[in-house]
């Protein structure tokens, strides 16, 4: 008998001790880089009045699909392979491509113009072997390419990288400093205008001087023949005779719509653009939004666009179109809706949250939220309410596709949100924390690890300074498992990351 309780204390030793997790604080690597950002531009009442009508089009076209394309507020910022990109549309449209060891960045642009780099990295003196921070400006290299619109782009580990561009109507754009000084020149040319209504306008008028017409002989008399051109004589010659019409450039009826990914090689080379039908094919769709653009290890990338379908199974009548493509630019997968891949629940209507795609295994892992379909006598279950979610695999690799449910999440971690995959296949979500976890100085994040079969393994802590011009934290998961935070903050961009 003291034989068996002492083999069912160790069994339920082993077994608390598996399910206990560590708890690891992340500290931040040596190198920091600041980028300065463009000041934001706004459309002039002007511009908007003239534009209008193609504004609305264009809106009406995107409205219609009852979705707005998500990646228009994606982050503009990417890591990979030791480089961190940044896209504007701003007053240039343009890519900046920096190695985060140092040495040239790139600027793809149209316009060559000074960027503001700063880089921060630790170094040791030779006489006292201290550690100290360096600062150091690194300067850009230009290639010349003029984007229409960057809606999202996307680097792969090699260093090639891809850009989704859409044309479409666009309006004139002007920085707060130039709307202000549009405000003072359009004051004064009302000023102007109002002191010459008050003008007598009937003095100082000169008669009119009657012009000789180049072309006839002064000698003979004038006459039709002798009119080279059959022209009569301008009265004045200060007065065209038919003044030309003005030349209206750049406007936006005159613009086709077309959505194209771009590929650009390492050193910012264009080399061929894609479409639904691959390499050089037809544009995509413009009626469904970019949901998803990604380049995994192996530099397949991938493409998912979101639309509306009123058969839709999902709860927001939500299908999402995938397409992989490979490094040569061909299509190798196509899917017109991948929610058919998500088991139903009894009782339930479904939304897709959050995708992810993992970096080596080909899968995609979708956290799908359920909702009761029957009604609940408590208030908080009847209204827009998950009351289960599940993180579920499916693997591309598989032509059935098969869904493996890793994990279910339920009553506090139906608030966890879904951050990324490393290329182990291990999970990892954001844990929301009360207020009370922060102080003036620092915000306190966790995150929770999951294994591939989706248990526990560890939660990684993070303190980030808590500064009150900090617009907003963007976090990614690199492939080796380091958390990469980019900050908004005032009129920079600033990349860490944490180990």
Known sequence: MIKYSAILLSLSLLIFISCEQSLKTLGKESVSIEISLDKPRFPSQNALEKYQNELLINYRRQMNNHFMDTSYGAPPTRYAGNYIYLKSNAQDKKIIKINVNGGNALLLSNKNHKINILRYFEEKSIKDNKIFFRKENLKSTHKNYKFDYIQDFYPAE???????????????????????KAKISEKKQKNIKKDNNNKDLTKNIKPPVIAQNPLVNPQTPHNKNNNLYNQTPPIAQNIPVNPPKPVVKNNPQNVKQEKFLLK?????????????????????????????????????????????????????????ELFRITPQGNIDIHENDILKWVPAEKGFVFNLSEIQITPASQKLLFHIKYYPTTKSNNSKERGFNPTLSKLIFIDLQNKSYKSDVIRELKNEELKYSLLGVNDQDETYLNIPLPESKNTLQHKLYNIQVLTPSGRNKEIKSLLLENNPEDTWHWFSVGLNGELVVFTKRSQKMIFNYYR
């Open 264 to 320: 650009f090689d390492k050193n910012g080379n264009f080399l061929y653009k894609i479409g639904k039908t691959g390499k050089n094919g037809l544009p995509f769709d413009l009626d469904k939004g970019l949901h998803l653009i990604y380049c995994d290890k192996n530099n397949y990338l991938y493409l998912i666009f979101k639309s509306y379908n009123d058969k839709s199974p999902s709860l927001f009548k939500e299908s999402y």
């Open 158 to 180: 090699n260093g090639d990288f891809y850009v989704m561009n859409h044309s479409f109507p666009q309006i004139p754009f002007q920085t707060e400093e130039e709307l202000e």
